[in-house]
């Protein structure tokens, strides 16, 4: 039986995840890269560093014990969304990519509202434009650096530029798609509306395939590169947050997920288009054929707390060496040494501005309510709480929708963290289920893969056969109430602080180099 095989190109590194039929992991390997900051708010990374992680990632796994490449019946991709790359006519790569986390953008978001009409733009693409959004990106590119603009052969998505590397095609897939606003996401194809109004070649992009179609086939070059065999087909995968709900298993009504990675996302299918009047929502397609999603996001979930341990861990670091375990790890253990509330302590995780619920990429970390009685435990604490206040702000809009929510399945490398998961089904107010598979992305990616070459019928049988869950976790009710009360206070301080977020937006801007 064939195995196969899926790559997340992810903010922090890549994961490549080889897995067997009935969904059981056969090897994973993992590569990191820098993220550029060359300025605030701006966020950068090299396509080449991607390329590099996924070459070594996959020789990686090839040379495991037992595994043998022609093994290998189907690759799947998924990867960060919304991120630009361009491609000169040689398919040399023109600037760094400009991610998804990147702020500079906002005056080409309201730039698009304004000229198209937001009500348009929702119409045309169902999300209104958004800083994040790949078409904020280009229009950047075009009035400030012309003459990168003036050389664009192709735009591609993060994980479709790897598509190119590994079979010289260029094509995408409908759910990443859906984040660049150049997508009819009704009807699943590009937006002649969209590409009319903003000036983009339509021969710029990529053909669009529904996610577990095959898009092309290893290419003689990229199976010298990575060992894979020639010929081996690669579906379309999905954006991260697709190809992980898939690999979550949601794909049928009912069953909600959140997952803690660099951003948090709580993620819903739904059977026909649905969007959040204001846009706070992102509406895209699913990646299972014929249907779609909504989704919230919290900008840094695990990234706030990533941020926390490379600025003030240096000391966990050490230990957590000494003790060969996950600093991660030892930071949970310090937050769940303090109460729930963390005295008091709380965390606005608006270190990369906001989506979901403010939209509002001015909007910056907070720590409020700080006294001489808190110690670095509560710092952590601190952070874990509030990105679950957001995440809880996500399910809250989609509830409002009329979403049916009978499960939560919490995944990515914050729910690794017992603690976290608990405070998730505590401010949630519901269980918790964990599912055998952590990889999310990587998982669905090699799921779509299997529905793309038949070892599965489709891509829901695929989930039925692989998923299974091993744990819930049950709300605590002492700290059901005490969250609800600290949950309105977290509500209370966004709308208290907003100009004051533009005005230090201001500030930055005018001491700027
Ligand atoms: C989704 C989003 C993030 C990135 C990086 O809209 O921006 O999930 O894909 O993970």
């Not at 070459?453 to 039925?464: D, P, T």
């Amino acid at each position: 039986m064939p195995l196969l095989l899926g790559i997340d190109i992810g903010t922090s590194g890549t994961k490549t995840c080889l897995y067997r039929e009935d969904g059981t992991l056969a090897a994973s390997a993992f590569a990191d890269y820098p993220l550029l900051q060359p300025r605030s708010g701006w966020a950068e990374q090299h396509p080449e560093d991607w390329w590099e992680a996924v070459k070594s990632t996959i020789r990686a796994i090839l040379s495991t014990d037992g595994i043998s490449p022609d093994q290998i019946g189907a690759v799947g991709l998924s990867g960060q969304m919304h991120g630009l790359v361009l491609l000169d006519k040689e398919g040399r790569v023109l600037r760094p990519s400009i991610i998804w986390c990147d702020q500079r953008t906002e005056e080409e978001a309201r730039w698009i509202n304004d000229r198209i009409g937001e009500d348009n733009v929702i119409r045309h693409t169902a999300n209104p434009a958004l800083p994040n959004f790949t078409a904020t990106r280009l229009l950047w590119v075009r009035s400030h650096e012309p003459d990168i603009h003036s050389r664009i052969h192709k735009v591609l998505l993060p994980k479709d530029y790897i598509r190119y590397r590994l079979t010289g095609e260029f094509a995408t897939e409908v759910s990443d798609a859906s984040g660049t606003l150049w997508l009819d996401v009704a009807a699943r194809t590009w937006s002649k509306e969209m590409l009319g109004h903003l000036e983009v070649n339509p021969e710029w992009l990529p053909t669009v395939y529904e996610s577990y179609e095959i898009t092309g086939r290893i290419h003689a070059r990229a199976s010298q590169d990575t060992g894979l065999p020639a010929n081996t087909p690669v579906v379309g995968g999905g954006g991260d947050q697709a190809a992980g709900a898939v690999g979550n298993g949601i794909v049928e009504s009912g069953v909600v997920s959140v997952s803690l990675g660099t951003s948090g996302v709580v993620f819903a299918m739904t059977e026909e288009l649905k969007l959040d009047v204001r846009g706070r929502l992102h509406s895209f397609c699913h990646a299972v054929p014929g249907k779609w999603h909504v989704m919230g996001v919290t900008q840094a979930a695990g990234g706030s707390l990533q941020w926390y341990r490379n600025q003030f861990a240096q000391q966990e670091h050490a230990v957590a060496a000494s003790l060969h375990k996950d600093v991660y790890e030892l930071l949970s253990e310090q937050a769940e040494s303090v109460e729930p509330g963390s005295e008091g302590l709380l965390f606005l995780p608006y270190l990369m501005g906001e989506r979901t619920p403010h939209l509002d990429s001015a909007a910056r970390g907070v720590f409020f309510g700080i006294s001489a009685r808190h110690t670095r435990s509560h710092f952590v604490r601190a952070i874990m709480e509030g990105v679950s206040f957001s995440q809880a702000d996500c399910l809250k809009l989609l509830e409002g929708l009329g979403i049916p929510v009978a499960e939560v399945r919490a995944s990515g490398g914050g729910a690794k963290s017992r603690l976290w998961r608990q405070m998730l089904a505590d401010i949630f107010n519901r269980p918790i289920v964990t599912i055998q598979a952590n990889e999310g992305p990587a998982f669905g990616a090699a799921l779509l893969a299997g529905a793309g070459i038949g070892v599965y019928s489709s891509v829901e049988e695929a989930c039925r056969v692989t998923i299974r869950a091993t744990g819930t976790q049950q709300p605590l009710l002492d700290n059901v109430g005490r969250y609800a009360r600290f949950y309105d206070l977290y509500r209370k301080l966004y709308p208290s602080l907003k100009e004051n977020f533009r005005d230090l937006q201001k500030f930055i801007e005018e001491n700027r180099e």
